[in-house]
Structures are given as C-alpha cells and as structure tokens.
C-alpha cells in the first residue's frame, strides 16, 4: 500500500509542479520548450525502471505473479513503449479536435493537462476492471486478444476520414445540458453571462478529449494486460506514459507529417499483443520477445517514412491541424 500512496503522491507533485509552476501563465509551447519536456517525461518514466526492479527485489509489493525483479523491470519498460506507441493516433485526432473548436496554441496546454487528470481516474478503473477480469476469467484473454486482432485489422483496411468532434454525440449532449459560447475568455472553462453559467469552447474540446482517451484506452489497456497482469505495473507503466503527452504532442507538431508509415508500425504492435493474449495459455512467449517486436515495428516504421518524400500539401495539411492559433 505505502508503494501505491507514493507513487500517486509522485505524480500528483509532477501535476502541480507542471500547472502552477512550469506552466502557469498561458503560452504558446514552441518545439524547443516541448523537446525539453518530452526528454524529461521521458527520463522520468525510464528512470522510474530501476525503482521497479528495487520495489520487486525487495518485495515491497504484493507480487503476484511472482515476478523476479528483472522481468517486472521488463515488462514495465515493454508496457510502457506499448502505451507510449499507441498514443501517436491519439495526437492526431486530439490535434483535429482543436481545430474544430479554434482552441489558440498557447491555451492547449491547459486544456491537455485536465485531460490527462481525468484520464488519470477513467484510467485506474479500467485498469483494475481489466486486471480484475483477466484474473478471473481466464477466457478473457480470448476476447481481449480477438478485440486487439480486429482493431489493428480496422486500422489497415479503414480509410481515413475527416472527423468532425463538433458532430459527435458528446458534444451534442453537452449542448442540451448546458448553454455554449462560441467565444473564448482566456483559460476559463465557464463565463458567467446574465446570470447564467455558460461553457466555453476549452470545456467543450475537453469533454469530446476525455472521451477519445477512453475510446484509445480500450485499446491500450487490453494491449499492456498482453505483457502483464500485474495490477501496479500496468497502472505505472500507462499513467508515465500519458503523463508526457501533452509534450510530445508539442513536440510532434511539426513532425507528424515525416512519420507516415508509423501507423502500420502501430498495426503490427496491436496484431502481435492480440496473438499474444490469444495464446498466452498455450504459447510461452519470452520476456524480451514483445520489447523487440515494439522496437522493431517502431524503427521500421520511421524507417520507411524517412525515405520517402512528404507531399508539399500533406505537410501543409498536418501543419495546418496542429498549428491552430486562429481566433474564434
């Protein structure tokens, strides 16, 4: 329990420090700010490896799966580069969704960090629902893995749409429960007009975030729960690495365009983890097996996408979704 109560003071102590501190005032994140960042999550959760070996080499968690102390190192790092992978997509439409609501650059931010509190919570319940179930229902793993199988199958075979957050049911919903400006005021959620208490644009673009979090996080949680079942690696390895998303979402705007073949990279990722669960009864995989497919997919996939040109027009295209500072 005191392992648990610490890591979550750890990183409530990160959040603070990044809103009140780092990132108080309103600003617009430029390349630079958001590589340093970026490099800093990253440290942090690559670090947060050796307290992961520590923790189980002194049993100062319930292990069980009795894990040795190298192989729950493993399996957080192979958990976390699966989490982190997967979140590519979700820069993209987080990206879309900003347009849509004409959310400046310097207020994003904001906006980013209450969505990774609330995915913080949505996240631990379906995590624990998830552990929960693959512990108890052994069959589980056969409808995650074939959940897994089907999602990377739509990600080949589906064609790319435009995607209109202002037409989806949430944001519909919302209207009819509060009234909406179309205006901004600063970094505020809310503005009192008349006497009544109005959402801005900022509220609506978090609402219709949090809901594509947990739509991705069915996707990515299946997927860790391929590597382990262990209810603190999963939880540590997937908050790290949302915890760094609003940087390398900074970070990737002006890089997206260069990685084009990173979603079939994602594809394989999402086939092999839905193989895996599938045969996890039957299969035994080794531990380092998964961190070299990630790797492998991963590195090809930049590979490819390096030696192939970008469009002058794609890469207008993608500039032009990320780099939203219009006024509304």
């Known amino acids: 329990m005191i392992v648990w109560v610490s890591f979550i003071i750890l990183v409530s102590i990160f959040l603070v420090l990044d809103l009140f501190v780092f990132n108080r005032k309103a600003h617009v994140i430029d390349t630079k700010e958001a590589s340093k960042y970026t490099a800093l999550w990253v440290g942090i959760a690559l670090a947060f490896?050796?307290?992961?070996?520590?923790?189980?080499?002194?049993?100062?968690?319930?292990?069980p799966d009795d894990l040795t102390a190298s192989n729950a190192a493993l399996k957080y790092v192979t958990g976390y580069l699966i989490e982190l992978s997967l979140s590519i997509d979700n820069i993209f439409v987080i990206a879309v969704i900003f347009k849509s609501f004409s959310i400046p650059l310097k207020f994003q931010h904001r906006v980013l960090f209450w969505g990774i509190v609330g995915a913080l919570v949505f996240r631990a319940f379906m995590i624990l629902f998830g552990v929960a179930l693959i512990n108890e229902v052994s069959w589980m793993t056969y409808v995650?893995?074939?959940?897994?199988?089907?999602?990377?199958?739509n990600m080949l075979t589906s064609h790319e749409e435009d995607f209109d957050p202002e037409k989806s049911y949430v944001y519909k919903f919302a209207r009819k429960l509060f009234p909406v400006t179309n205006t901004l005021d600063g970094q505020k959620m809310f503005v009192h007009k008349m006497g009544k208490r109005i959402?801005?644009?900022?509220?609506?673009?978090?609402?219709v975030i949090e809901l594509t979090d947990i739509l991705f996080a069915l996707d990515s949680i299946p997927a860790i729960l391929a590597i382990?079942?262990?209810?603190?690696l999963v939880f540590s390895?997937?908050?790290?690495?949302?915890?760094?998303?609003?940087?390398?979402?900074?970070f990737l705007s002006n890089l997206l365009d260069k990685f084009q073949y990173i979603h079939y990279s994602l594809v394989a990722i999402l086939a092999f983890v839905g193989i895996k669960l599938i045969l996890v009864h039957h299969v035994e995989f080794p531990e380092w097996l998964s961190l070299a497919v990630i790797i492998?997919?991963?590195?090809?996939?930049?590979?490819?996408?390096?030696?192939?040109p970008t469009d002058e027009k794609d890469r207008q295209n993608v500039k032009e979704s990320l780099n939203t500072d219009k006024k509304p």
């Open 228 to 232: 382990t079942a262990d209810p603190f």
């Open 199 to 207: 959402a801005t644009p900022l509220f609506l673009a978090l609402i």
């Open 49 to 63: 490896t050796g307290a992961v070996y520590l923790i189980y080499q002194n049993g100062w968690i319930a292990n």
């Open 296 to 308: 492998l997919a991963l590195g090809l996939g930049m590979l490819f996408s390096s030696l192939k």
């Open 237 to 250: 390895s997937n908050i790290l690495a949302i915890m760094g998303l609003r940087s390398m979402y900074f």
């Open 144 to 153: 995650f893995g074939a959940f897994l199988l089907y999602t990377a199958y």
